[in-house]
């Protein structure tokens, strides 16, 4: 019969007390510390009571009550103790050239994917005589570790002239940051682009609405019913958004949109100055548009004026209305079901009219200041690389 020694009795100071009490409570806390950090408070609370006694006290076995009534007084920590583990099989230097691998475009390697996965680093370690045969989920193992995933990507784009981007850039960021005040002064700072091809597509059965734990249903198969042209504006100053759809894009539809929109919303709020944001899309960025605004300011007897302010080129992510598209996109034309296009542009309007009842200007924190902070590392190294 196997017989265990008497433990010793062994007190906590108030502060371990509390500390164990928030370790056994704490909703966050593993299962194991908090098990352990239990079995620690009732031997110092009844140091009379056997391990069997705790045990069943606590619900747990009684070696395990053992095990950290004897580990406790030693090491004074509620953490497992270091482990040996298995034999490595694998060198520092394996894992090295893994690392090093994902780190590199398979093309370079003659390998003709996009990025690499788990499965076909694996395969290409397996299939190179130098290297050694190393599993997937071992590779991924050291990955993780690394906190390397090549098979996810994200699209950056670089700032090929910085200097110019600054030039283009800092009257449309003063614009919307003095947006509120300069519409008190009769000028009205607007945003105007289009959003293309917006198609009608009639799905084979119509989509069914959400019930208990099934999502929304939409069929994969339609029809094809024509496409629109959005051509939209958004006041920076109280987030209004003006639309107009049309069958093509051409500059006299955006002219259009401009006459029998814009400068109309500008009469009836009597603004003097209408200070137009504009990227580079074909549409609007052609040499009619300023011939059309001189003669608006011929034909209005200079009552209304309109000022061009373009963004740099690549930089639709610096023009406000592209924020409301990505709304109308998500929360109106995705899933898309609509039976003709004058049905998708009656949602549109709808949807316009309904965002403009609860609109509010956009919470715009990119100013020039930090444009500059961006752009100061690459202005003075360019700046050095001249003077050489």
Request: contains cysteine.
């Amino acid at each position: 019969m196997r017989h265990h020694s008497p433990l010793s009795p062994f007190h906590l100071t108030p502060q371990e007390v509390k500390q164990f009490l928030q370790l056994a409570q704490a909703h966050r806390s593993p299962q194991a510390v908090a098990r352990r950090a239990r079995i620690v408070l009732t031997a110092h609370t009844h140091p009379t009571w056997s391990s069997k006694q705790m045990a069943k006290s606590l619900d747990v076995n009684d070696r395990l009550v053992r095990k950290w009534r004897r580990r406790w007084p030693e090491s004074h920590s509620l953490k497992d103790a270091p482990r040996s583990g298995a034999p490595r099989r694998f060198s520092s230097e394996a894992r090295a050239q893994v690392t090093a691998l994902a780190c590199s475009l398979p093309r370079s390697h003659g390998v003709p994917l996009a990025h690499w996965s788990r499965a076909e680093l694996a395969r290409y370690m397996a299939a190179t005589p130098c290297l050694p045969d190393i599993s997937a989920r071992t590779i991924g193992r050291w990955l993780a570790a690394e906190q390397i995933r090549p098979w996810r990507y994200h699209t950056w784009q670089h700032i090929q002239d910085p200097e110019a981007f600054l030039q283009r850039a800092r009257p449309v960021l003063q614009l919307y940051e003095q947006a509120t005040a300069l519409l008190q002064q009769g000028i009205w700072v607007v945003c105007a682009d289009e959003k293309t091809s917006i198609q009608a597509r009639e799905a084979e059965q119509a989509p069914r609405p959400a019930i208990h734990q099934h999502p929304v249903y939409q069929s994969p198969r339609y029809h094809r019913r024509g496409a629109l042209h959005l051509m939209a504006a958004l006041s920076v100053a109280d987030g209004l958004v003006y639309g107009q759809c049309h069958p093509r894009k051409r500059f006299v539809d955006f002219r259009s949109f401009l006459e029998t929109v814009l400068v109309a919303e500008a009469q009836r709020r009597k603004v003097q100055t209408v200070a137009l944001v504009l990227d580079n899309g074909p549409t609007h960025a052609s040499k009619q548009l300023p011939r059309w605004i001189q003669e608006l300011a011929t034909t209005s007897e200079g009552k209304l004026t309109m000022q061009l302010s373009w963004l740099p080129t690549n930089a639709s992510w610096l023009d406000q209305i592209e924020i409301w598209f990505s709304l109308l996109q998500r929360k109106l034309l995705q899933p898309n079901h609509f039976t003709s296009l004058n049905e998708l542009q009656q949602a549109i309007q709808d949807f316009i009219t309904r965002y403009n009842q609860t609109a509010k200007p956009l919470e715009w924190s990119y100013t020039v200041e930090k444009l500059e902070r961006k752009l100061a590392p690459r202005l003075i190294r360019d700046v050095k690389s001249a003077a050489t």
